[in-house]
């Protein structure tokens, strides 16, 4: 079996009395759509922000590319290739999508303390920049700025923002939510074809989308991991019937 | 519409060129005074609206930097006058350009200790926070009496420039006016450079900007001390027209000042700061005729301005900014 690309084990974070995250292990081998999903305060975001840096966990480790990335920030990690998209929308809402890319492409291209030479006329990052954007089907709004973007389309840019960071892995912390069955399908097929570039964790409520993208799926209820295994196992699993899918599902 | 805010602001630069001009030619010096007031006070805010403006860094102690380059001005000058080395033997000096190098590096690495502690906080913390450490620079400088304690320190001649008579004022202003501009264009450029897309970036949205892998402590850092440099280049010219300087520079109504000023004129526009400081001193000198209580109509103004024109004069007469 291929080295995983992402491994979480024994991550434990408390809020007072409750257990958001319970002992979870969890992996991410390369070439892989590796699914999240748990009913509503199931402990998935809380997951999701202590992988991304955004919250530190109280206990357990998590390894990236090999390497120990537990005590690193957001930024720091986001360096190293974990490219996520969040729950809600985040974007620059002033910038036009078009520079919310070039942030990413100038993060990852060496130096932001550089101060003189204009962004807008610099190919080497308007160049990569609008490529992300064709790539999810934006390059025709590059020059809207986030705020008057559609909710669908700042989802889409979310992506391509991800894309541009050339990220090692992705997580995609429900990419869908909000968007239409059109987008939903359309986005579907998009990390059908993404993940030979990059694995991906996603965490998505849309369940036909899940069943059609995920290679395996890890089941979080109360912060804890109830079952995990391809999407047949999840299927008939029954404790994930009774906690998740509901009765006769 | 940043062509029309570029035209507005090119006017409104030759305005201020051509009426100390004029003025001069007509033996009225006191409206030179007026003009290099109005250059320095905007050069000023154009240094607090990198912070402000451009990172979104409420700093309401901003005259910590601004006094901090006047009292460099005073004290240097004061030890070449009295050929007294300052300490370790290093002599004061009457140069201009030596006393804005030094002006520039205090007032960076005072926002670099600044900075360093303030933004760690946020919001209100952070405007509370920078007003402390400025009125502890305040108090220092009024118990210090080497200096003129709460007196202040005069300057009994201005400081010199090669091949300038600064004792007069158009040829001060000019070189108060070349200073502004280029404050401006630095300010433009660091605007639309990768540091001010990241700068810009923390200001709208801190979490993002990190997710992409852009750490905003440090440009926010970087940022606050370059404000704090060019704001205390300013305090050094302002120390050097009034041939004087006193705590009341550092005080907190100064830090007040300089943020009206960007409000006014608009908060991140790179016209702003100029807008601002004339509208403010050219009320001051009108008003301040009529009125003892001017600053009531200021406050009228500045009242219209945040109800009705969230991005300041310039955002009135040239629209919403827009970025690329």
Redesign the interface.
């Known amino acids: 079996m291929a080295e995983p690309v992402l491994a979480v084990s024994g991550l434990v974070k408390s809020f007072g009395a409750l257990r958001a995250t319970d002992t979870v292990d969890l992996d991410l081998r390369p070439g892989e759509i590796h699914a999240l999903i748990g009913p509503n305060g199931a402990g998935k975001s809380t997951l999701i922000n202590q992988i991304a840096g955004a919250l530190r966990p109280d206990a357990g480790t998590i390894r990236f590319a090999g390497e120990d990335i537990t005590q690193l920030g957001v930024a720091e990690r986001a360096r190293r290739g974990l490219g996520r998209t969040f729950q809600v929308s985040s974007l620059a809402p002033e910038f036009s999508a078009l520079r919310n890319v070039m942030l990413a492409v100038q993060a990852v291209s060496g130096s932001s303390f550089r101060f003189f030479r204009p962004v807008m006329g610099d190919a080497r990052l308007t160049g990569p920049a609008m490529a992300a954007l064709e790539r999810v089907g934006l390059a025709e709004r590059a020059r809207i700025p986030a705020a008057e973007l559609s909710h669908g389309e700042r989802r889409q840019l979310e992506i391509a923002i991800a894309l541009a960071l050339g990220s090692k892995a992705f997580l995609l912390d429900e990419p869908m939510a909000g968007m239409g069955p059109e987008g939903s399908k359309r986005l579907t097929g998009f990390l059908d074809g993404l993940r030979a570039e990059a694995p991906i964790l996603l965490v998505e409520h849309d369940m036909n989308a899940v069943f059609a993208l995920a290679d395996r799926i890890t089941v979080l209820v109360y912060g804890k991991v109830i079952a995990s295994g391809s999407v047949e196992q999840i299927r008939r699993d029954p404790a994930v019937r009774k906690a998740y899918l509901g009765e006769g599902a | 519409m940043r062509g029309r805010e570029t035209i507005i602001g090119i006017a409104l630069m030759a305005l201020l060129l051509v009426v100390p001009a004029v003025a001069s030619q007509a033996g009225e010096p006191f409206y030179v005074t007026l003009a290099t007031r109005i250059a320095i006070l905007a050069l000023a805010a154009t240094g607090l609206n990198i912070a402000l403006g451009l990172g979104g860094l409420v700093s309401f102690g901003h005259a910590a930097f601004f006094g901090v380059g006047g009292y460099v001005a005073g004290i240097l000058a004061a030890h070449a006058m009295s050929m007294e080395p300052i300490l370790l033997g290093i002599p004061g000096t009457k140069q201009m350009l030596v006393i804005w190098l030094v002006a520039l590096a205090a007032g960076g690495l005072l926002a670099l200790a600044i900075g360093a502690i303030s933004l760690r906080t946020t919001g209100v913390y952070f405007i509370m926070i920078t007003l402390a450490f400025a009125q502890m620079v305040y108090y220092f400088a009024v118990s210090w009496p080497a200096y003129g304690g709460e007196d202040g320190l005069p300057i009994l001649l201005r400081n010199q420039f090669p091949g300038v008579n600064t004792l007069k004022p158009l040829p001060f202003f000019l070189i108060c006016y070349v200073l502004l501009a280029a404050g401006l264009a630095f300010f433009a ?2 605007r ?7 700068l ?2 923390s200001r ?2 801190d ?10 402590y440090r ?1 926010r850092l ?1 940022a606050f001390v370059i404000s704090g440099a060019i704001t205390a280049l300013a305090g050094a010219l302002f120390a050097d027209l009034n041939r004087f300087v006193s705590p009341s520079m550092l005080s907190w109504q100064m830090s007040g000042e300089l943020i009206v000023l960007i409000i006014l004129g608009g908060v991140g526009r790179l016209s702003g700061p100029v807008v601002g400081a004339i509208v403010y001193v050219v009320l001051e000198y009108v008003l301040g005729g009529i009125t003892e209580r001017w600053q009531l109509f200021l406050g009228l103004v500045l009242l219209v301005v945040v109800l009705f024109a969230r991005g300041g004069l310039i955002g009135l007469v040239a629209g919403r ?4």
């Open positions: 450029l660091l639309g450079s990768r540091f001010g897309a990241a810009q970036a709208q949205n979490t993002r900007l990190a997710a992409v892998g852009i750490a905003p440009v970087a900014a827009r970025h690329g």
